[in-house]
Nanobody, 121 residues
């Protein structure tokens, strides 16, 4: 019913930049918080950045001003601009969309498949 599409991962040198994009399609009546998470194997998934329907943003403590999340409210696409990337940022990044389906009441989380970000030294 809901498909979360991610794009923009890849390989970059230390200090470089990447942009990640995420959108959700399907029988959606409302989208609420849209966010990026990342998960290193063997560790818990951690928040990278989130943005609410009202535009409020939140970032993981490790971001330290390097990343910026934005949202296109017409296309319902979020962009994560990642600058000054470090090898420690290497992992899979996942998009999460909180959404209510058409005709539904509950708000549920929908996840993408993940996109690999690799930062070389």
């Amino acid at each position: 019913q809901v498909h979360v599409a991610e794009s923009g991962g890849g390989l970059v040198q230390s200090g470089g930049s990447l942009r990640l994009y995420c959108s959700a399609s399907g029988s959606i009546s409302s989208r609420f918080v849209m966010a990026w998470y990342r998960q290193v194997p063997g560790e818990l998934r951690e928040l990278v950045a989130s943005i609410t329907a009202g535009g409020e943003t939140n970032y993981g403590g490790f971001v330290k001003g390097r990343f910026t999340i934005s949202r296109d409210y017409v296309k319902e696409v979020i962009e994560l601009r990642m600058n000054n990337l470090r090898p420690a940022d290497t992992t899979v990044y996942y998009c999460k969309v909180e959404a209510r389906l058409k005709g539904g009441i509950n708000v549920n989380d929908y996840w993408g498949q993940g996109t690999q970000v690799t930062v070389s030294t």
